[in-house]
């Protein structure tokens, strides 16, 4: 195992995300494996404390790289608190994408284990069983191709295409809005 961390006399916490590699490998390419493979788990290993935003990902870093459970922290992420004037309003960002306010809003790729199959079946439940539509709008860029196909495919299955909106890559001056 190389060892990308050196051990100190100052204690370290380490901040691990998500352990996606070994959940759904056939998202990252072989190197890209093998270097979180090794420097997420030479940081757990390091680390007098390793923190995470959930606690399914805290108890998959406890089993997956052996770290005892009471070195792993839950620390939830907040909104964004970043704002400035050049920020377009929320009406602005309506007229400019041509969409109604009160949308439900997701970014992210389009991998498969984000979910956005689930939202579109979501949405046409409650179309279907409570009469209700609701907009949904999509940021993040619209890859990998061949899962966006897929989502679209989708979206056209369920007649969801008036209320979904695929948008791509938004500027974040658009997303702290």
């Known amino acids: ?8 006399s100052t204690p ?10 070994r959940r759904y490998p056939e998202h990252f390419t072989a190197p890209t494996r093998e270097w979180r493979e090794t420097f997420c788990k030479s940081g757990c290993r390091e680390a007098d404390a390793v923190i995470t935003a959930s606690e399914f990902v805290a108890s ?9 459970q009471s070195r792993i922290h839950t620390v939830h992420r907040g909104a964004p608190t970043e704002y400035d004037e050049t ?23 389009k991998w498969e284990h984000k979910n956005h199959l689930r939202l579109l079946e979501v949405l046409d439940r409650v179309r279907r069983e409570y009469s209700v539509d609701i907009p949904l709008v999509c940021t993040g860029t619209q890859s990998p191709p061949d899962q966006f196909e897929k989502l679209k495919t989708e ?11 695929w948008l791509g890559y938004v500027e974040s001056d658009v997303l702290l809005t």
């Open 1 to 8: 195992l190389a060892r990308y961390w050196e051990h100190s």
């Open 12 to 21: 370290m916490v380490y901040n691990l995300g998500d352990i996606q590699d």
């Open 60 to 68: 998959n870093i406890a089993t997956e790289y052996d770290v005892p």
């Open 87 to 109: 920020s377009l309003s929320v009406d602005q960002v309506c007229k400019r994408f041509d969409i109604e306010p009160g949308f439900a809003f997701y970014p992210g790729k």
């Open 155 to 165: 979206t056209r299955r369920l007649n969801l295409e008036d209320y979904v909106y």
